[in-house]
């Protein structure tokens, strides 16, 4: 189980990080997105301690289904819901109501790996105290 720090932190980076892939891939985003991409981070992070030690390939398809999943209920909300229009993936092939289609969920496959790996990584970081070792007593630096 993850502390408060590090579900905070791994939400912020991913809150940045999430829009910042978008203005790069579509030079815009939405403030959903922050929330979706906190979120999402979150649960990558438990996702891949579950399936440590699971073949990549495995770690990748249930990331790309837990971050597909994540803007199918998002897209639903603020598009369908409350007629926001941030997307519209209605013209691409094998589509669900506009806002999910295969060619993301496969682009999603691909960053699953790195995401994780950046979540777990991110997590660990935030555990640590940050308090040098040698501040303990009986430690002194050599």
């Not at 979150?42 to 597909?68: D, H, K, M």
């Not at 094998?94 to 999603?108: K, P």
């Amino acid at each position: 189980m993850k502390e408060l720090r590090q579900v905070a932190g791994l939400f912020a980076l991913g809150s940045v990080g999430y829009p910042a892939l978008e203005h790069l891939w579509r030079g815009r985003s939405h403030w959903s997105m922050a929330l979706t991409g906190g979120c999402v981070l979150v649960a990558l992070g438990g996702l891949g301690e579950r399936l440590r030690g699971f073949p990549v390939v495995s770690r990748c398809l249930a990331g790309s289904a837990c971050i597909t999943t994540a803007e199918l209920l998002v897209g639903l909300t603020v598009n369908g819901h409350y007629g926001l229009r941030v997307w519209d993936y209605s013209d691409r092939p094998l589509n669900l109501r506009g806002q999910i289609c295969a060619g993301y969920a496969a682009l999603w496959f691909l960053l699953s790996a790195p995401a994780m790996t950046l979540a777990e990584k991110s997590a660990f970081l935030l555990a640590k105290t940050g308090k040098p070792a040698y501040n303990e007593p009986g430690n002194l630096p050599v």
